[in-house]
């Protein structure tokens, strides 16, 4: 098996790399890279497995992963840039920035309903097809249109793919600049923290760095089930669809990121120190201490993931840990926060721990993920934070 330990820590190689291999050899994954960092140090960045089993291309350091989910961390912290600069309220209608949202029950939706995953807007269009995911005016149109699931404030229903939209809109129409979502991301977040191999969205000239995804089983649910109205099936997370060149080449707030561990793991450490790294700062450090606190509501069971999941300001959040959703844990401190994404990939952070932490794989795995699990004993063992 092919293993690059890249900049790995000298101390930290053997127990990762064991990790890795036994994450390949006993858990089934695939193509693998693990990322760590420690402080502003990155401690960990491991390289394994099979990037495209078609043709049997090794996975390497600057292979991009889809990452799914995990973006959607990237997608909160824009918006709490605009929170912090005065130029958006967490408790304002998402109308007041946007007035077409305004209709079908929508004009008291606020913006936390929205990052608490509270919106009752949940579901996609019914009409949406790969090519419609992939124009991000389209989504937009569409997604104003709806009428929530409940009242909003009133219900756990997490937002899969709306979520991305209707945070990114609030972004972009409350920047003076009048930048593109995407644009405003690169400016604000990417390039100041010296970011490489994060993309929301891929250049046309990066395809062949990305990883083929080996899909998952299907569900066995109903076709109208929750899971399948809020990623309709036409539009799974699946090789054929995030494999397409218009989808992966577009701006998919909430589920259309690519990129490297590393990368997304130094994206995760400037919110483990508290929301500055190298000297840089994204976010005040108040601010950031708040995106720990759990949303209403939070053991009520989620309408479209059929658990409690604990939620902050846009992210997942450590404590409390269930067994039955093993591949998506943040973490046992309550303050740590990160993100899953289908398949199974996730980043974290501990801000009491200051470690921030990547996984990012090919095989899509259905939940509980326990394949990861000796990464996590290894991170746990070394930092005592899992």
Known sequence: MNIDL?????????PFSDAVTRAITEGGEVGLQVAVYAGNELVVDISAGIADVATG?????DTLFPTFSVIKAVTAVALHIQVARGLADYDAPVARYWPEFAVNGKDRLTVRH?????SGVWQMPESVTPEHLADYDWMCTHIAGLTPMFEPGTR???????????IAEVVRRTDPKNRPFRAFVMDEIIRPLGIEDLFMGIPPTEHARVARLIDAPPRQLPPDAP??????????????IFGRKDVRESCIPGAGGFATARAMARFFAMLANGGALDGVRILP??????????????????DVQGIALRIGAGFWLGGNLQPTNLGRQIGQNPRALGHPGAGGSIAWADPDKRIAVSIAHNRMFVPPNTAQDPIRQAVTSAFGAP
């Open 6 to 14: 890249g900049r790995t820590r000298q101390d930290l190689a053997a």
């Open 57 to 61: 291309q090794v996975v390497r350091p």
């Open 114 to 118: 929205v990052l608490h995953h509270r």
């Open 156 to 166: 756990n229903g997490y937002q899969s793919l709306t979520f991305g939209w209707m």
């Open 227 to 240: 899971p399948f109205r809020a990623i309709p099936l036409q539009i799974g997370t699946r090789e054929d």
């Open 285 to 302: 450090e108040d601010l950031v201490k708040t995106f720990s606190t759990l949303r209403p509501g939070s053991d009520d069971l989620d």
